[in-house]
């Protein structure tokens, strides 16, 4: 009965505000993220808050390896440790503590390893909250045992992906000859999400409705990395949606597509919201 009690209170704590369990021997500068705090009686040791595309895992292969998909968005990593070998929680208490947390406020389990000898286990939770998607990396640490530690990494992407309606896409090409379309691709990757499917419903509904429209698919970037990559990777890009449009049923004579790389800006490359407002693909009208 203590046992179940405990839980219970371990759960709640869990989703009180930060600074409620703020310690004073925390690392300087850190502080709990406002979505999950931590586990009682912990400290933070390591404490990281910029953007960056972290690896998350959300399945597995074929071959039983692990896949991977890089989550990329503004990123806080905290590392909670334990004096207190006999206050601290089991690894699979401690995931399913925050595992009940993320579905308490209608966020999903992606994937779960469960802790076995030499494993603390892992798990991968999602909620979309404040407009964004929020994904959480939970990790027991086991090495430093009798006392442990742990490891949350928090990702909250601010989706940049639009659904554009096939009416408001021929408006645009109508009266600027373009329009810009933001379709989420994977950090340095080209294959379409399924998040992208939607703008590729309208790009198709608009083709069909428009019988003598012909278009350009453009890829553009940012300017991170090397010229040469981008523009690889902005006509891969191009491809990949040219390719789903003829695979829906358009007629492949009315497309073609390119990629301009990071040559074309239309925002400042200094800043985040620059870089992904430059991460683009433009449908542009040919005659």
Do not use: C
């Not at 590729?200 to 350009?216: G, T």
Request: charged share 25%.
């Amino acid at each position: 009965m203590k046992s179940i009690a405990r839980i219970a209170m371990v759960f709640a704590a869990l989703l009180l505000p930060a600074v409620a369990l703020a310690d004073k021997n925390d690392a300087r500068g850190s502080k709990d993220h406002p979505l999950l705090t931590r586990y009682p009686d912990s400290i933070i040791t390591d404490y990281q808050h910029n953007y960056n595309s972290v690896p998350m895992t959300v399945g597995a292969n074929a071959d039983g390896t692990a896949k991977v998909q890089n989550v990329e968005g503004q990123m806080t990593a905290i590392t909670y440790f334990y004096h207190d070998a006999d206050k601290q929680p089991s690894p699979l208490q401690l995931l399913r503590n925050y595992e009940a947390a993320i579905k308490d406020i209608k966020g999903e389990v992606v994937f779960e390893r469960l802790p076995k000898e030499g494993d603390g286990g892992e798990a991968t939770l999602k909620v979309t909250t404040g407009g964004k998607d929020v994904w959480v990396k939970v990790e027991p640490e086991i090495w430093s045992a009798p006392t442990q530690s742990y490891k949350l990494t928090i990702v909250e992407v601010e989706s940049m992906a639009q659904v554009v309606s096939a009416n408001a896409m021929l408006d645009a090409l109508n009266k600027d000859g373009f329009i810009a379309l933001y379709i989420n691709f994977d950090t340095n990757k080209s294959d379409l999400k399924a998040d992208g499917e939607g703008t590729v419903k309208e790009i198709v509904s608009l083709m069909h409705s428009s019988p003598d429209l012909k278009l350009s698919i453009e890829g553009h970037t940012d300017n991170v990395g090397t010229a040469a990559a981008n523009q690889k990777l902005s006509e891969a890009r191009a491809r990949a949606v040219m390719a789903a449009v003829i695979k829906a049923g358009i007629d492949k004579s009315r497309l073609t597509a390119k990629g301009l790389g990071q040559t074309v800006p239309i925002a400042d490359n200094r800043t985040e919201d620059g870089r992904a407002k430059n991460r683009r693909v433009e449908l542009v009208k040919q005659k």
